[in-house]
C-alpha cells in the first residue's frame, strides 16, 4: 500500500525491471527522510560495479561504497541498483565513475554529506581505489568533508585477495 511518501516510487515492487545497459541518472528515484532533524548515516555497499574502459573497451569491475547523511530526501535502494547497474556499458574512467555517480545523487537528493568510494579489481597489476566526497557548503558539514579527505588514506587497508 502506497502513501504519500512513496507514491512517486516506481521500481520498488515492480517485477518488470527494465535494465539500462547505457549510464541513465534518470533511474534514481527519491523518498521523503522521516528523520531530517537527525544526523545519521546510510551506506550502500555496491559488490558487483561493472563500467568499461574509456580506452580499450575491457570492463572494469568494483565494489562501489556510498555513504551519505540525509536531508530531506533519501535515494531509493531499487532505483539507486538500477542506476548503478547503467554504468555497465558506459566508458569512462575509474575516477570519473565515483565523481559522475557522486554529483547524481548530490543533484538528485541535495544530502547532508556524501561520500563514494571505488575499489576497482587490477587491471595490468594495479588496482585503482579513487574517493570522493561532499559536505553541504555553509554546514558543519562542509568540515567534516574537508576532514575525512584529509585523512582518508591515514589507516591503510590490508589488501590481500586482489
Not at 533511474?27 to 558487483?48: A, G, I, Q, R, S
Not at 588496482?127 to 570522493?132: E, F, K, L, V, W
Request: charged content about 25%; hydrophobic content about 30%.
Amino acid at each position: 500500500m502506497r502513501d504519500k511518501q512513496t507514491e512517486n516510487l516506481t521500481k520498488l515492487g515492480s517485477q518488470n525491471n527494465k535494465y539500462s545497459f547505457d549510464y541513465d541518472p534518470t533511474l534514481l528515484e527519491t523518498f521523503t527522510n522521516k528523520h531530517p532533524d537527525n544526523d545519521y548515516w546510510v551506506k550502500f555497499n555496491c559488490p558487483e560495479f561493472t563500467s568499461l574502459c574509456p580506452i580499450t573497451g575491457q570492463p572494469d569491475y568494483a565494489t562501489v561504497m556510498i555513504c551519505y547523511v540525509p536531508g530531506d530526501l533519501m535515494v531509493e535502494s531499487k532505483s539507486l541498483k538500477l542506476y548503478l547497474f547503467s554504468f555497465r556499458n558506459h566508458g569512462d574512467f575509474h575516477e570519473d565513475c565515483v565523481n559522475i555517480i557522486m554529483k547524481d545523487l548530490i543533484k538528485l537528493m541535495d544530502p547532508k554529506y556524501i561520500e563514494v568510494t571505488g575499489k576497482f579489481l587490477p587491471r595490468g597489476g594495479i588496482s585503482i581505489d579513487p574517493y570522493c566526497n561532499y559536505g553541504k557548503p555553509g554546514t558543519k558539514w562542509e568540515a567534516v568533508a574537508w576532514d575525512r579527505l584529509t585523512k582518508h588514506d591515514m589507516y591503510l587497508e590490508k589488501v590481500d585477495n586482489r
